[in-house]
């Protein structure tokens, strides 16, 4: 029972968030005098062939695959309790300097693209690094330096395409960087699509998912089933209580967040290797935005961010088709914010409900006397315990216990 119940709360914040979503927006769709259910309808139609049909799961998948890095790169932070919305700038920055390093170079295959994503990753890194230094060092709110530097970032990539690392010929509508030689250029899985039965779809499945997978795959061990990844949790539950516990919370910052721009940088090279391979004004650009947006409406969880990109990935899809049936397709921008909206204040009321739930339970099982715990030293997910502020005995990897003689004694936690 108690695994439905917290099953039932993780779920219950994104599903809310999704029925209210579509509540509003059909009610909008039927403002403008358009049958929400022709809209429904139209937005689930992949087509009448085969190939119609592969061909929309592929722009899906390859739309879900950068959101889906963004969104794990922002729910690093978020973890930490760092609000990372310098992604923009991030990804943005290391796909321009992947894109020069990797058409100036020429190696075999897997060095060349190895190369390309070690370069997008340690810019990323070093773009968030400079938001951690400014944390740990002035106390500047990560929030502002991060937006500052997005600027920042946004305006180095412009005077770089239009200036130093041009490769299209004066004149060109499009400016671009110069084109990475093929040895660049990542693989798809076209092929695998063929293995499994079905219809060849008219543009390539990225090969990069295979790299997202493996990284969130990564990041979920990291966070889940390592030291560090305590340490982590417990930095951002209470930074007091984890430095008590022997945590070096300001070096947790500077650490987080160069995780985070990594993962930022890698957001871009689905796109740059996958597809266009060059970096140029018409590059995706907005995904650091939402990639706020899908790590909140999957919890933080690498499982939940990827169903809430393949999620956005659909929504995207369905523009196109819900304009050719005179549907506008900002409708999709409305679901895609009444989503964000919606998941913000079910998220809250979901965390009041464990809270409660948590309450409830020590009322009802309160602790031996002289066992030395005053909570169990679990939070309601089964890590660990909320903060309810310095001293108060329930902070993450401390417990504090008071004896009859009015000693306290101070143990570090066993673990997550």
Do not use: C
Request: proline letters at 6%; aromatic letters at 6%; a neutral charge.
């Amino acid at each position: 029972m108690n695994l439905l119940r917290r099953l039932g709360l993780a779920l219950f914040a994104p599903v809310l968030a999704i029925v209210v979503a579509l509540l509003i927006s059909g009610v909008v769709i039927s403002l403008i005098g358009q049958n929400p259910f022709d809209a429904v309808r139209v937005m689930f139609d992949f087509g009448d062939t085969p190939g119609q049909q592969t061909q929309g799961i592929v722009v899906v998948l390859n739309r879900a695959v950068p959101l889906f890095l963004a969104g794990l790169a922002v729910s690093v932070a978020f973890r930490m309790g760092l609000f990372n919305i310098g992604v923009e700038g991030q990804y943005r920055l290391a796909t321009i300097m992947a894109a020069a390093v990797g058409a100036a170079v020429a190696l075999p295959g897997p060095l060349h693209v190895l190369l390309i994503i070690v370069v997008a990753m340690a810019v990323g890194a070093i773009w968030a690094g400079i938001v951690a230094v400014l944390k740990v060092t002035r106390g500047v709110s990560e929030v502002i330096s991060s937006i500052m530097l997005n600027f920042i970032a946004l305006g180095i990539a412009s005077f770089l395409l239009t200036g130093p690392l041009r490769g299209s010929p004066e004149g060109a509508q499009i400016i671009t960087t110069t084109p990475i030689p093929e040895s660049g250029w990542f693989p798809g899985l076209n092929g695998l699509l063929g293995a499994l039965g079905l219809a060849q779809p008219r543009t390539q499945l990225y090969g990069f998912l295979v790299v997202a997978v493996v990284a969130g795959i990564v990041v979920s061990v990291l966070i889940k089933r390592t030291r560090f990844g305590f340490d982590l949790r417990a930095s951002g539950l209470s930074p007091s209580a984890a430095t008590a516990s022997g945590v070096d919370a300001r070096g947790m910052v500077i650490k987080t967040m160069l995780i985070s721009g990594a993962i930022a940088g890698l957001i871009g090279l689905p796109d740059l290797l996958g597809d266009q391979h060059s970096y140029g004004t018409e590059f995706t650009a907005g995904l650091g935005f939402l990639g706020i947006a899908v790590a909140l409406l999957g919890r933080n969880s690498p499982l939940g961010i990827a169903f809430g990109a393949l999620l956005f990935g659909f929504l995207d899809r369905a523009a196109i088709p819900l304009q050719f049936a005179d549907i506008p397709a900002s409708v999709v921008t409305i679901i895609q914010g009444t989503i964000v909206l919606s998941v913000v204040v079910a998220n809250e009321v979901s965390r009041r409900l464990t809270r409660r739930s948590a309450e409830r339970g020590n009322a009802v099982a309160p602790p031996t006397a002289g066992d030395g715990s005053t909570g169990g030293g679990q939070g309601p997910d089964g890590g660990p315990p909320p903060d309810d502020g310095p001293g108060s005995g329930t902070g993450p990897g401390l417990r504090t216990a008071t004896g009859a003689g009015g000693r306290s004694d101070h143990r570090e936690g066993a673990g997550a």
